[in-house]
């Protein structure tokens, strides 16, 4: 029944106009997946290759496409086995990952569709749907995202008493509207970043008041706890000539960040810090894991890229104790299952995450409430953004 009769790939726009993959994956019953590839401006240094779209298009088209039609699209793994021995390579640098992400999400799609499922479901089984992720909305931001901007890429507000998920959503949206009028009030004019973050140029410093202050409003409102925290994409900070971490004028030594760190999360009782350190540096993530990892989560996305090797690496070292999962980091939705996994057996927590380049795909919210994900990180405002944000509203309404 859900055996693939074809697979068509096209160039679509991202949200930041960039031409990406689409494809379509239709199935012998007449099943139906759409998927399409996003795309980072803070890579990793060890993710998987994305090809220029029409490259990976023609790749794909001549080297997978065969190999996937006949082919269950409801055997995720055959799916994705068949991707990877099209592409032949271990980082997707022969078809791309981006026509490989996009097929094994298509994939996915058509397989929920000929069964009347729910994606959320098809991945993940009969009793997920009743716990949600936090999301973490991007609320201020700089670095790759946006220039002239703070150096920390990302502060995030996490609405983690929110007794729904819907009421998250709407509380990370009314922290990106209090941010605005904290801006405001202090003169500074802002434009948005990439994820639809305000990007004042103003400094780091500045930036901890303000979101602090709009957090502080808006849980005030609400009734629940808001906390924050930061992707600090600290991989793009970090000189690796200079060996420290470079903050405009300022430079800090691994021990100067780790110290200056461990102090931002006591003084902000700061819930999440992704990437505080360079994607290459185990040791440091471990020293600062231990000294904050009790009372906040220290995540890897530079540092692991969803990679079930790196994680393991991460594991033994004591690095971090939670990863990003971001399926195009590593190509297929079989690859980023087993980091899930890998995490889960391991006490390492999991979120979900976008990539800054998007489109309107919501796989990524029936992949957290499939793998029952903690946290979700997909921005707060913005048609690509809402598109997941509302499609968690709409699970959790059994809407979908
Ligand atoms: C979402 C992120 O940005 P990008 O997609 O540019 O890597 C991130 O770094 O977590
Ligand atoms: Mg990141």
């Known amino acids: ?7 068509s790939l096209r160039r679509v726009l991202d949200s930041r106009g960039n031409p990406t993959v689409e494809a379509d994956v239709l199935t012998e019953s007449g099943g139906f997946g759409r998927g399409a590839a996003p795309s980072g401006a803070s890579t990793g240094e060890y993710e998987a290759i994305e090809l220029p779209a029409s490259e990976s ?6 080297h997978a496409v065969p190999r996937l039609e006949g082919v269950y699209a409801g055997d995720q793994r055959a799916v994705d086995n068949a991707l990877r021995a099209a592409d032949g390579t271990d980082d997707f640098s022969a078809i791309g ?3 490989a992400v996009a097929i094994s999400m298509a994939a ?42 703070t150096h920390i890429q990302e502060f995030l507000a996490a609405p983690v008493g929110a007794p729904s998920v819907s009421e998250a959503v709407f509380a990370n949206a009314a922290v990106h509207a209090a941010v605005a009028d904290v801006l405001d ?39 629940f706890e808001i906390r924050f925290g930061l992707d600090m994409a600290a991989a793009e900070l970090y000189d690796d000539d200079r060996e420290a971490y ?16 461990a102090g931002l999360v006591d003084e902000y009782d700061l819930a999440y810090v992704e990437d505080p350190l360079d994607e290459n540096d185990y040791e440091a ?10 009372r906040t989560l220290i995540c890897g996305d ?10 393991q690496d991460g594991i033994d070292a004591g690095a971090a104790n939670s990863i990003l999962i971001k399926p195009n980091q590593i190509g297929t939705l079989s690859d980023a299952f087993d980091a899930v996994e890998l995490a889960a057996r391991n006490g390492y927590e999991t979120v979900i995450s976008h990539r800054s380049g998007e489109t309107e795909d919501a796989t990524i919210a029936h992949l957290a409430v499939a793998t029952d994900a903690g946290y979700i990180k997909t921005g707060t405002v913005g048609g690509e953004r809402t598109a997941k944000l509302n499609e968690l509203v709409r699970i959790a309404d059994d809407a979908v």
């Not at 729910?118 to 009969?126: E, K, M, S, T, V």
């Not at 430079?251 to 110290?259: G, V």
């Open 57 to 62: 298009i023609a790749k794909a088209r001549e």
């Open 285 to 294: 993530f471990a020293e600062l894991t231990d000294r904050v990892g009790d």
């Open 302 to 311: 530079d540092l692991f890229v969803t990679n079930v090797e790196r994680l």
């Open 108 to 149: 996915a799609k058509a397989a929920a569709d000929v069964l009347g499922a729910p994606l959320y479901q098809h991945l993940g089984g009969a009793f997920r749907g009743e716990n949600f992720p936090v999301p973490l909305g991007n609320v201020v931001g700089g670095g790759e995202h946006a220039k002239e901007a």
């Open 97 to 99: 990952a981006n026509s």
């Open 185 to 223: 009030e202090r003169g500074v004019p802002a434009a948005k970043g990439d994820e639809g973050a305000w990007a004042p140029p103003i400094s780091d410093a500045e930036a901890f008041e303000v979101v602090d202050e709009a957090v502080d409003r808006v849980e005030d409102e609400v009734g």
């Open 246 to 261: 470079v903050y405009g004028d300022e430079t800090k030594s691994a021990d100067e960040q780790i110290e200056y760190v």
């Open 1 to 7: 029944m859900t055996r693939i009769t074809s697979v």
